[in-house]
Nanobody, 123 residues
Framework: QVQLVESGGGLVQPGGSLRLSCAAS????????MGWFRQDPRKEREFVAV????????YYADSVKGRFTISRDNAKNTVYLQMNNLKPEDTAVYYC????????????????WGQGTQVTVSS
C-alpha cells in the first residue's frame, strides 16, 4: 500500500522560504517519478514540479521556475520542494503525487496523492 505524507507548510511573508517534504511508504520508491501539485480553493489543481525516479531530470511550471527546486532522497523515501522568494499567489494546498507523467499536452497526476499541506504567503 502506498502512502504519501506531506509536511513543512505554514505561514510565511512574501519573499520568504519554505521547504516541503513528502515521505512515501513503499519499497519501490526509487522507481517512481514524483511530482508536486497545488490547489487554491478558487482554482483547479495545477502542476508545480516533477522529478524523475533517478533525480536526474526535473521540470517546473513557468510560474515557479527559478524560485522552486524539487529534489529527492531515495534512501529516505522522501521528495522535497524548496520554495524561495515566495509570493502571495503561491498560497495553496500543496500535494505530492506518485507517477506524475507528461500526457502529451500537460503534466498529469498518478493515482496516489498525499493529504496536502497548506502554504500561506501573506504579510
Amino acid at each position: 500500500q502506498v502512502q504519501l505524507v506531506e509536511s513543512g507548510g505554514g505561514l510565511v511573508q512574501p519573499g520568504g522560504s519554505l521547504r516541503l517534504s513528502c515521505a512515501a511508504s513503499g519499497r519501490t520508491f526509487s522507481s517512481w517519478d514524483m511530482g508536486w501539485f497545488r490547489q487554491d480553493p478558487r482554482k483547479e489543481r495545477e502542476f508545480v514540479a516533477v522529478i524523475s525516479w533517478s533525480g536526474r531530470s526535473t521540470y517546473y511550471a513557468d510560474s515557479v521556475k527559478g524560485r522552486f527546486t524539487i529534489s529527492r532522497d531515495n534512501a529516505k523515501n522522501t521528495v522535497y520542494l524548496q520554495m524561495n522568494n515566495l509570493k502571495p499567489e503561491d498560497t495553496a494546498v500543496y500535494y505530492c503525487n506518485k507517477d506524475t507523467k507528461w500526457s502529451g499536452s500537460n503534466w498529469s497526476g498518478g493515482d496516489y496523492w498525499g493529504q496536502g499541506t497548506q502554504v500561506t504567503v501573506s504579510s
